[in-house]
Structure formats: structure tokens, C-alpha cells
């Protein structure tokens, strides 16, 4: 009984690691279509500062972004290398 709780376990790991890229992805596109849309080059410290009471550093957006402009099929290689080291893990 004991392992099959642990397969369980795992799954719900990898589970949590995708929908956690995913969305950390879709964060990304958000403030690349926000920052497309008006805010110039030189205000995303500003920007940044949006971001700080809602516990998004700068290097945390910076980092979605990054995952927001990478190809889908790079993006899901990611995913299974991500999930791969969650479950490892």
C-alpha cells in the first residue's frame, strides 16, 4: 500500500512542476504584451515596481518572460526536464 502511495506522490509532483512552468510561462506573455503595449524600454524599473507588492521580483519577471519568448517545442523539452528532476527529486 505504502509504494502506491508513492506513485502518487510523484505524479502529483510532476503535476504541480508543469502547471507551475505553464503558468509561470503565461505570466511571461502577460507582461511582454504589457510592456509591448505602452511601457518604453527605459520604465521597466518602473515596472518592476508594479510588480513588488504582488511578490514578483524583477528577476522572477525577467525570468518568465524569457520562458514567454521560447519556441513551444524548447518550452516543452523544458517541461519534461523539469518534471523529470521534480520527480527525481
Known amino acids: 500500500m505504502r509504494f502506491s502511495n508513492a506513485g502518487s506522490t510523484a505524479r502529483t509532483v510532476a503535476q504541480q512542476s508543469e502547471a507551475r512552468l505553464r503558468?509561470?510561462?503565461r505570466a511571461g506573455a502577460v507582461?511582454?504584451?504589457?510592456l509591448e503595449a505602452?511601457?518604453?524600454?527605459?520604465?521597466?524599473?518602473a515596472f518592476a515596481?508594479?510588480?513588488k507588492p504582488h511578490?514578483?521580483?524583477?528577476?522572477?519577471a525577467d525570468r518568465w518572460?524569457?520562458?514567454a519568448y521560447l519556441p513551444l517545442d524548447a518550452f516543452e523539452r523544458k517541461i519534461v526536464k523539469r518534471v523529470a528532476l521534480a520527480v527525481a527529486g
Open 23 to 25: 503558468a509561470e510561462r
Open 31 to 34: 507582461l511582454n504584451e504589457v
Open 38 to 45: 505602452g511601457v518604453r524600454q527605459g520604465a521597466t524599473a
Open 49 to 51: 515596481e508594479l510588480l
Open 55 to 60: 511578490g514578483v521580483t524583477r528577476h522572477q
Open 65 to 67: 518572460q524569457r520562458l
